[in-house]
């Protein structure tokens, strides 16, 4: 029976870390690290987020500011608020919560938000970073993952791993950190022939496809390390992963369970990519200062 790897406990110690470094941070520079988060309409998951997000800042001691807009704001009204954010001192790191109205092109937001202040980690600059191996910030999510799997003492290198989606929030982005890591790395969509012989092959196995319980034993090596990111509202109003946890567990030899694995960790690394854009700005001022 596979052990589950507790994200809350994780993010938790996590979260106690930030505190503590931004303590630190705030007693030797005299700056709060400030996160503004940006809210286009009334998506009740998107809200739900934006509550969470709040109550990390204050937990881990920062400046946190919200900006809620009507659902028919324009595209031009967006981009000037970014603009504002961009120039805006007291503020290090800009989130603006997706899915955007259609009336707004996602990219032209993510493109304008400073890629320094980019703590989502969706800017073509840090994009580029992440491929070539020197991103500014890894996307939030990605990165949790990531830690999930060093903190519990997973060793990655030379491990077949198998990522199940190729979304640009997950998908891309971890299969390219677990290449880092030394994992011989497939990525997995919705026109690959014969999955289940693909994710069989699996040391460790990333289900990020959006489909309730799709990994099913069948589709899982015996001893594998399962990592699910799929947050699913079933009929009965239960959330599930993208993996039947009861099928799976039995056969893995580690395992994240939905709620309470991946999701707590995606807002404990959004609040260390603030203290992280805090930081690099002092770091920049300095050498600014030194010429």
């Known amino acids: 029976m596979a052990a589950v790897i507790d994200g809350n406990k994780i993010a938790q110690n996590i979260r106690n870390e ?9 007693e030797k520079t005299g700056i709060v690290p400030g ?5 286009v309409g009334e998506d009740p998951a998107s809200q739900v987020y934006v509550g969470k997000k709040a109550k990390a800042c204050a937990e881990v001691g920062f400046l946190s500011r919200e900006y809620k807009l009507p659902a028919e704001t324009s595209e031009a009204k967006l981009l ?7 120039k805006d001192h007291l503020i290090h790191g800009i989130l603006v919560q997706l899915p955007l109205p259609e009336q707004i092109s996602t ?3 993510i493109a304008a938000i400073d890629p320094h202040k980019d ?11 992440l491929v070539t191996g020197s991103p500014l910030f890894i996307p939030c999510t990605p990165r949790g993952i990531m830690e999930l799997i060093a903190r519990t003492g997973i060793d990655l290198k030379g491990k077949e791993a198998v990522v199940v989606g190729r979304s640009n929030i997950v998908g891309k982005p971890i299969a390219l950190l677990l290449l880092a890591q030394h994992a011989t790395v497939t990525i997995c969509h919705s026109r690959t ?15 990020a496809i959006g489909k309730p319980q799709m990994i099913k034993a069948n589709m899982v090596k015996e001893g594998a390390v399962v990592i ?6 079933l009929e009965n109003g239960k959330l599930a992963g993208d993996v039947d946890f009861n099928e799976v567990a039995p056969k893995a030899s580690y395992i994240t369970p939905v709620p309470g694995g991946v999701g707590p ?3 404990a690394m959004l609040m260390k990519n603030t203290l992280d854009a805090a930081r690099n700005k002092v770091s920049k001022s300095k050498l600014r200062n030194n010429f």
């Open 35 to 39: 996160l503004a988060v940006v809210l």
């Open 18 to 26: 930030v505190r503590q470094s931004a303590l630190e941070f705030k």
């Open 80 to 86: 000037s608020l970014i603009n504002d954010l961009n």
């Open 107 to 109: 990219e032209k937001i």
């Open 193 to 207: 022939k014969d999955l289940p012989s693909v994710t069989r092959r699996a040391d460790v196995l990333i289900a």
């Open 228 to 233: 699910d990111v799929g947050v699913n509202r």
């Open 119 to 129: 703590v989502d980690g969706f800017h073509p600059y840090n994009v580029g970073g």
């Open 265 to 267: 960790m995606t807002i």
